[in-house]
T-cell receptor
């Protein structure tokens, strides 16, 4: 069946611009997670959705970052006034419940020039 | 604060060897622990998930063990193959908020 889909796979943007990253989770998975991963590092938690609501957004680094999941399925991570330090691979994962493994997408590689 | 450490950082072995990857964590109050595989430029693939009440999980040539009291987990790979070459990460789930705390991974190269 279809896995977690993330678009775009690569995004290059100029410093100061706004970007949106999309995640389409596995159908029926109520839990959705955003992580970001820098080269040589483990993934860093950003935000977790249970259904439509953000159950934990403690990992968002600052108020330039925002994520939504209006219908409890597709999620969009939004970054305003991008900075070079935002460059990383942004990973999305979903799971049906807390006891099940996470299913990750292939990520969006964001490069801020 | 939970910290996860993986040893070794890199490992290179000839094909056919059995090998062990190590993961240690500082806080034994975990909900579960997961082992993932990451190929270059790809996302993460879940290999094994061990609940806190379990001691081990097996899938094919992979076996993961968990010793909560000592804060350790091992991933055993039997009869390694070149296709096993990847980075292996362990991640600890503290349970309350379901976010995972990750190690930095072990980069494995299996040479034909």
């Amino acid at each position: 069946g279809a896995g977690v889909s993330q678009t775009p796979s690569n995004k290059v943007t100029e410093k100061g611009k706004y970007v949106e990253l999309r995640c389409d989770p596995i159908s029926g998975h109520t839990a959705l997670y955003w992580y970001r991963q820098s080269l040589g590092q483990g993934p860093e938690f950003l935000i977790y959705f249970q259904g439509t609501g953000a159950a934990d957004d403690s990992g968002l680094p600052n108020d330039r970052f925002f994520a939504v999941r209006p219908e409890g399925s597709v999620s969009t991570l939004k970054i305003q006034r991008t900075e070079r330090g935002d460059s990383a691979v942004y990973l999305c994962a979903s799971s049906p419940d807390r006891d099940s493994p996470l299913h990750f997408g292939n990520g969006t590689r964001l490069t801020v020039t | 604060k939970q910290e996860v450490t993986q040893i070794p950082a890199a490992l290179s072995v000839p094909e056919g060897e059995n090998l062990v990857l190590n993961c240690s964590f500082t806080d034994s109050a975990i909900y579960n622990l997961q082992w993932f595989r990451q190929d270059p430029g790809k996302g993460l693939t879940s290999l094994l998930l061990i609940q806190s009440s379990q001691r081990e999980q097996t899938s094919g040539r992979l076996n993961a063990s968990l010793d909560k009291s000592s804060g350790r987990s091992t991933l055993y790979i039997a009869a390694s193959q070149p296709g096993d070459s990847a980075t292996y990460l362990c991640a600890v789930n503290a349970g309350n908020n379901r976010k995972l705390i990750w190690g930095l991974g072990t980069s494995l190269a299996v040479n034909p």
